[in-house]
């Protein structure tokens, strides 16, 4: 099999095609682009996959790979049901989300006796799903366009705050199962529970009436900053790990 890094290559040439098409204002022909990109990279993560030898989940939902490929299935999905601005926007961050990774290793990480728990995909793919609702919730929220409405948004980012929920439970009992513990005091812990508590406060701020619509937000926007700058360090912590088949 060739190296995972080159498997990934077509895919991120045709995310860069759907961002220099959705750039022009070719949204149409954007969108098959961005289908094309999404087929590309549907097959690239099964390649990951198989790239041990034996079928694994883990390969697939880890956050490098799997954020860019959730970010373009909800801006097709926004394509079909809300509107042309909205999955431009988030197409636009799927795009850069999958250009930002040409250049870190697609190696897969070695499975261990800890990481041989079904709670450990379930807390991946809830994880990494609820990051690209976070982003695309900001996304929207800054393309409105008129629309005074920030309910798409806020839907996005209330989904996304019911999944990232769920991952920090399973997270826990996981933890739980390999360290005897179920929260640690590490770097990914402590940011988990940062981001979580971002989201569980933006959900009541639509009950205080001093937070309005715009304040609201741009807090939408606040939040997706702090998951970028969360997911930029988390790549640096993890650099020096084994992997395989990069």
């Not at 250009?99 to 499975?111: E, T």
Request: hydrophobic fraction near 60%; aromatic fraction near 12%; charged fraction near 10%.
């Amino acid at each position: 099999m060739p190296a995972l890094g080159t498997l990934y290559l077509p895919a991120a040439a045709a995310y860069a095609a759907a961002l220099l098409l959705l750039a022009l204002g070719r949204h149409r022909p954007a969108r098959w682009v961005l289908r094309a990109a999404l087929a590309l990279h549907a097959a690239f993560l099964a390649a990951r996959a198989l790239a041990l030898g034996a079928f694994s989940l883990n390969a697939v939902f880890e956050e490098q790979v799997f954020l860019p490929f959730c970010l373009a299935a909800i801006a097709l999905w926004l394509w079909g049901s809300r509107g042309e601005n909205e999955a431009a926007a988030v197409a636009v961050a799927a795009a850069a989300a999958a250009l930002l990774v040409l250049p870190i290793d697609k190696g897969v990480i070695p499975p261990s006796p800890k990481s041989a728990s079904a709670l450990v995909p379930l807390f991946f793919f809830c994880e990494i799903l609820a990051h690209a609702l976070f982003i695309a919730a900001a996304a929207l929220a800054c393309r409105r366009r008129g629309d005074p409405s920030l309910a798409p948004a806020h839907r996005l980012a209330v989904w996304g705050f019911v999944l990232f929920s769920v991952a920090q439970v399973s997270g826990a009992a996981w933890c739980y199962l390999g360290w005897s513990v179920p929260f640690q005091w590490s770097f990914r812990h402590l940011h988990s529970a940062a981001i979580w508590c971002v989201y569980a406060a933006y959900i009541h701020l639509r009950f205080l009436p001093g937070w309005s619509e715009r304040r609201r937000a741009a807090y939408l926007g606040a939040g997706a900053l702090l998951l970028a700058a969360y997911l930029a360090a988390l790549q640096f912590v993890e650099a020096g790990q084994l992997r395989i088949g990069g």
